[in-house]
């Protein structure tokens, strides 16, 4: 999938992006991306059998669908790229190009812009998808790392791991308005689905840090410790919230568990042991099942929800980073 | 001659003119604190000098670690918008050893700098701590690994950032015992770096219940009357066998030509091989990757090694220290760094000081020249407060007592 001229590229981009879109199909397909095999395998919903091994650029990470759910982008960060997937396809189309390392970003389907953060040069790059062309480098602090777009569009935040801020930035005007100091090295966003609060995971503080989005301020944390663990061994970094708002899960890294957290409450409701240094972390669309990267145990592990047992671990690619399905 | 004195004249008039029209402007926003950091080195430090085969031929460069700390103040910048408070870092490259407490004395009077990262031997730390008593100053060591300087000198004023000797040679045994590599033939160099090598090596095979099958003074030359002493093969001749052997060598040249030189297939550990470190360039968990680019994009090119990561991490603890006190005080400051604090090193585990001897705890990597092999403290090396008290000296097993 290497190409050698530019101009290849962008005809290439260009006749895939013309393509009329087509609608969801609701595959239920899963597709989990390994930065150390540098592949995105796509697994039967059922069965969670390999059904397809797509090759991509190097160190494949972030994982987002555009709105009709026809596109699947995949950073990679060795090869300072977003790879385009056709999900009815299952193969890899196009190729963005990003700034150096990208690792998260965010979809603006209805403006065609990426916004990814690249933790090499700490900048978030503002990507044209049509023209396949960075037109803004936003500087952030150093190691931008977790990305979440406003439902408008209109504010971005990007946490910055080594300044423990988190950065609110004006999308139209391309700069940063405001910063939060947040918990030590502050990694990935969630937000309740009311646009109250956004939740962001700090990874050396062992917690999560609750911003009111309105004032900018921080207006809480929860704080992890399985039974058995010491505090310096949780280090939280993925966060993913049921669609009603009411439950969220933190993978805990080192701790090796996922945390259930209560979101009104904000009050831990118990700890689900998963598979070595888990990161990434999905729900289904029904929430019901919970899936959960484990990064150095080269697994996945499946959680039902209303149990909150855990009830199959799935042999993947080497380093699994994320998990995106097609529901 | 006249003329050209007056020209003169209304030229630093101007200067004057536009100096105070900047600082009326500025005078409107009330200008940021700032905190300053002082970087202290010497010239010619015989520590940095290259260790060379031959004149050209250098086998490591040993530079100042400088780079380290200033990759952190630029890590700071970002930070000092939201915090309203400015960090500085200022290098003080002095002549001599001597000259080194005139020119902390001078940058504490003149610029009101506090936190010192030294870069000097151990000796030097003994009239620095002197100097500064009583005066709110914190010396940070970023590359005296030596033992004495923290149990014998033993000064509130320091925060050691780099690990201990004894803290290395733990690392490297645990992993020896975990791969049960009890048996040890140990090769001690003339130095006397290798004595104190030797002899943390020694106290951690004891902790750790290895064995040292023999220990035998190796002296590098091609003399015949002494090949007991420099033949490779000689000295690593014994009827008994042995899982690996250790070698202190701080002048490199012997141990750099032992390996695929010995009397049986063993591994070679210390100086050579398997060295226990503080910070390796391959290491790639917790956000590692990044770190070493920034170095070396800040470094034109070169491998950030245990000293840069030393001084790296005493700036961060400053930064940290203003961020989590907001507060640019020294007092509150100092308190916040030698209160038990956890920073984030990029090694996993928090690093934090030890409140006995202010040593910073802190894994240890195993490190050949190419990948992290492991990292201590190894699994199943257990502490009841915190496994990296696995490493150099606990509460109870060093005379110095600086707890509060």
Known sequence: MIIGRPSLIFAFVAAVLAVVPAAAKNTGLIFVSNEKSNNVLVLDPKTFKVVKDIKTAKRPRDMHFNADRTRLYVACGNDDAIDVIDVAKLEVIGRLKTGSSPETFAIDDARRRIYVANEETSTV????????????????????????????????????????????????????????????????????????????????????????????????????LPPGMRKSDVTPVGVAMTRDGKTAFVTLGHAAHVAVVDVAARKVEGYILVGKRPWGVTLARDDRTLFVANGLGDDVTIIDVRSRKATQSIPVGRVPWGIVIDD | MISRRRVLGRYWLAIILVASCAHALRAQEPPQPRVTIGFIDIEDDPRHEPIRAYERMILKTREHPFVGAKVAIDEAQALSRALKIDFALERLTVKSEAALVPAVTQARESRGIQFFVVDASAEAFRPLVEAVREHDVLLFNATAPDDWLRRELCSREIVHTLPSLAMTMDGLVQHLVSRKWRDILVLQGPAAADAAMTKAFDASVKKFGARIVAKRDFKPGTDPREREKNNPLLLTALNRDYDVIFIADDAFDFARQLPYQTQRARPVVGAIDLEPVAWHWTWERHGAPQLNSRFQRASNGRRMDSQDWASWIAVKMVVQAALRTGSADFAKQREFILGGNGFDGYKGLAVSVRPWDQQLRQAVFLATPNAVIASAPIDGFLHRTNTLDTLGDDEQETPCKLKR
């Not at chain 1, 930035?169 to 009311?194: H, L, Q, S």
């Not at chain 1, 109250?196 to 700090?202: N, Y």
């Open chain 1, 125 to 224: 790059a503002v990507i044209d998808i049509e023209a396949n062309k960075i037109v803004q480098d936003i500087k952030t602090g150093d190691e931008p790392e977790g990305v979440h777009l406003s439902d408008d569009g209109k504010t971005l935040y990007v946490t910055s791991e080594v300044g423990n801020l988190v950065h609110q930035i004006d999308t139209e005007a391309g700069r940063v308005t405001k910063d939060v100091i947040v918990g030590t090295r502050p990694r990935r966003f969630a937000a309740t689905p009311d646009g109250r609060e956004l939740w962001v995971t700090a990874e050396l503080a062992g917690e999560v840090t609750i911003i009111d989005r309105a004032k900018f301020a921080v207006a809480g944390k929860i704080e992890f």
